[in-house]
């Protein structure tokens, strides 16, 4: 994938959290032509586009309406024919009991309040809650595939709190990931990143993902900032 999509479809720390894209390949169903796949909390359209891209008929959804900036990106690369758009609350959607193969996010879960509004209903609990909606309306084998801001290390802690960035998130755990989806059959996860590549410099930013890689094989995994997931119900 040239880097121009690359950005298209990740948008932010590029070079972290693009690794999650061959995680979900090896959990992606395989293509029949009546596969039902939503994404949620889709905002400008980078999962969809990724997954038109392949092939793949998908249903782009947002909280709020579909951005103009989503559709003007699927124009762009010429899949809108095999994108369709909807509104869709996590909480609450419009779907039947074990319906979709598959739904895809990115950075969603430990941002969903229960009430949009009130940033208290951002809890453990009501993130539970969504978790088990999204699990509702899979199909039996359907998947649900993620990628979510974790804890991290103490120097992610600290980096947070003194940037103000630990008042609008739930930054999850380990462990708070295995009871968030304990209703699924089974659940795999892999966390990568410590050194964030969100600088100006994109020569910088590519030397950062690379040295996760290495990071990544001997550092605790608690101390990783993001994970890639696959929930099989």
């Given at each position: 994938?040239?880097e ?6 990740i ?6 959290w693009?690794g999650?894209l ?12 009546d ?5 949620i909390?889709?905002?400008n359209?980078?999962?969809?586009l ?6 793949y ?13 989503a559709i003007?990106l699927?124009?762009?690369y ?12 996590v909480?609450?959607?419009?779907y039947?009991d074990?319906?979709?193969?598959a ?9 969903l309040?229960l ?5 208290r209903?951002?809890?453990?609990e009501?993130?539970k809650k ?6 509702r309306v899979?199909k ?35 462990e708070e990931?295995e ?29 950062a ?17 993001i994970?890639?997931l696959?929930?099989?119900?």
């Open positions: 994938m040239n121009a999509l690359l950005e298209d479809v948008e932010w720390d590029v070079p972290n693009s999650v061959p995680f979900w390949k090896q959990h992606l169903p395989d293509k029949q032509n596969l039902k796949i939503l994404t909390g889709e905002r359209g980078g999962l969809s990724w997954l038109a891209l392949q092939g008929a998908v249903m782009y959804s947002d909280v709020h309406e579909p951005r103009e900036e003007a699927h124009r762009k010429g899949v809108q024919d095999i994108i369709s758009y909807e509104q869709v609350d909480f609450s959607m419009p039947e074990n319906s979709l193969d739904i895809v996010c990115k950075s969603v879960i430990g941002g309040k009430v949009y509004k009130d940033r209903t951002r809890t453990l009501n993130q969504a978790v088990e909606e999204i699990r899979l039996p084998g359907g998947v649900f595939l993620g990628a979510e801001n974790m804890k991290g290390s103490p120097l992610h802690h600290f980096y947070r709190k003194y940037k103000g960035l630990d008042k609008g998130w739930r930054y999850l755990s380990l990931l009871y968030l989806f304990s209703g699924f059959s089974k659940l795999e996860s892999k966390q990568f990143g410590f050194l964030p590549s969100t600088t100006s410099l994109k020569g910088l930013n590519k030397i993902g690379r040295l996760n890689v290495l990071l990544a094989l001997c550092l605790p995994a608690s101390w990783q900032y994970s890639f696959s929930a099989l119900k």
